[in-house]
């Protein structure tokens, strides 16, 4: 599945339209400013990425205690 499928299956965006909306994103931002955008989006799908697959040992290495009502049963 190529990004032009993709794109005319979600919401019947054509040509034309993603043409307008880039234009308006243009007119918008200023030629200048969309790499520093995509570059900042990039960066932040990134850290989100990273910060996902980190391993949460505060969770998994507390001991159980029987008594204490509030934990879950296994």
């Known amino acids: 599945m ?20 880039g234009l308006a994103i243009i007119l918008l931002f200023g030629a200048k400013r969309i790499p520093e955008l995509f570059r900042g989006m990039g960066q932040g799908i990134r850290e989100f990425k990273d910060a996902s697959k ?16 509030t934990q879950p049963r296994l």
Do not use: H, Q, V
């Not at 190529?2 to 909306?21: D, H, K, P, R, S």
């Not at 980190?54 to 204490?68: G, S, V, Y």
């Open 2 to 21: 190529n990004f032009a499928t993709l794109l005319l299956g979600i919401g019947g965006l054509g040509g034309t339209e993603l043409l307008l909306i």
């Open 54 to 69: 980190e391993e949460k040992p505060e969770f998994r290495d507390r001991p159980i205690n029987p008594n204490d009502p």
